[in-house]
């Protein structure tokens, strides 16, 4: 190997390790940033608007909803008529209530959550971090799991100084959904029996744990 050989395959080597140093530390800033955005979030009330795609941009889903939060790993969401449904995260389990067919669906939280996006929105702090990549453009911050399972493949969380105005998730199928909030009330006191699950009369109950 003569010297002209060597000496290229030296400047590809370091302009590889400097490409990847640039890329890990980038990494790092968004995260640091967005770590400390997510931890103003003790808790997070907001109706929404929700818009589902498809991959060819066709128009799926459109409703609205309410969400409610608090940190760490609590999590209401209900969608109003016609897509009623509830999902109610009480920091150790996982309720979906159907009242289509009055049926309450339960799972570990743990389980549900594995390598999903979301447990960092509850849980800045989560032991979860590493196994997520975060980029940054602007008021803008795109997490991705670094093993794609087939779920939640990607989150973009859009803030507006340091309020959360707009989430979108894509998942393995490539639809996406774009939830709009509006009515924001970050950091206010909520009610004690928030995340308190109650099964409805009358409902039937799916046990996954």
Known sequence: MNKL?????????????????????ADMDA????????????????????????????LLQQASGR????????????LFEPNESVLLADGDNIWNVDPFLEQVVVNSADVALDNNPLILLTNPDSSKW???TVSQSDNQFIITPLELNGGIESLRLVFNGD?????????????KSVLS???????????ANTF???????YELDDQR
């Open 196 to 202: 308190i699950f109650v099964i409805p009369e009358g």
């Open 31 to 58: 995260k640091q940033q967005l770590k400390v955005k997510l931890s103003l979030l003790a808790t997070y009330q907001a109706n929404f608007t929700q818009t589902v795609v498809d991959i060819e941009n066709t």
């Open 181 to 191: 909030f509006s009515d924001i009330k970050q950091n206010k006191p909520l009610p």
């Open 163 to 175: 309020l959360l105005v707009e989430l979108e998730s894509q998942d393995g199928q490539q639809q």
């Open 67 to 78: 969400i409610v939060l608090q940190q760490p790993n609590k999590l209401y969401w209900e």
């Open 130 to 132: 590493q196994e997520f």
């Open 5 to 25: 050989t060597q000496l290229k395959q030296l400047w590809l080597l370091t302009a590889v390790l400097i490409t990847s140093t640039y890329t890990f530390a």
